[in-house]
């Protein structure tokens, strides 16, 4: 399913692109974590982003605390960890990431960057 929506997030005609779970935080807060990171947002705004997921109908959800054996703070760890090239730049290891777990292609991290920047 993320593959699918990058692949849409890929293509202008389907914007503006509106994404949710059920409770609007991890799932939410993960997928926003991918497409921020790609972006090159700084990981502490990230992080702080994902903590407004507080305000869904699951409650408190800070970055640090471990929910179902996971935590937002351990999910960016082993992405630059398994995924980065040892500079500890987010952008890159979220790209890899993308292209290596999930199969996106390079041209759809392009088209979506230079959707969500202009940038080309």
């Known amino acids: 399913q ?3 929506a990058f692949e849409a997030m890929a293509d202008k ?11 609007g935080a991890d799932r939410t807060g993960s997928f926003a974590y991918l497409i921020l990171g790609l972006l090159g947002v700084p ?3 990230i992080r702080a982003d994902y903590e407004l ?10 970055a640090d605390i471990f929910i179902d054996n996971n935590s937002f703070d351990e999910m960016n760890r082993i992405i630059i960890e398994q ?10 290891a979220v ?3 993308l292209i290596n777990h999930f199969g996106v292609t ?4 392009c088209e979506i ?6 940038d080309k």
């Open 2 to 4: 993320y593959k699918a």
């Open 53 to 62: 997921t507080s305000f869904s109908k699951v409650g408190i959800r800070p």
């Open 106 to 109: 390079k041209r759809s991290i």
């Open 113 to 118: 960057k230079e959707i969500l920047t202009g």
């Open 95 to 97: 790209e890899n990431f």
């Open 13 to 23: 005609k389907n914007y503006p692109f509106y994404f949710h779970c059920s409770g």
């Open 43 to 45: 990981y502490k705004d």
């Open 83 to 92: 995924y980065g090239d040892g500079s500890d730049n987010l952008q890159i």
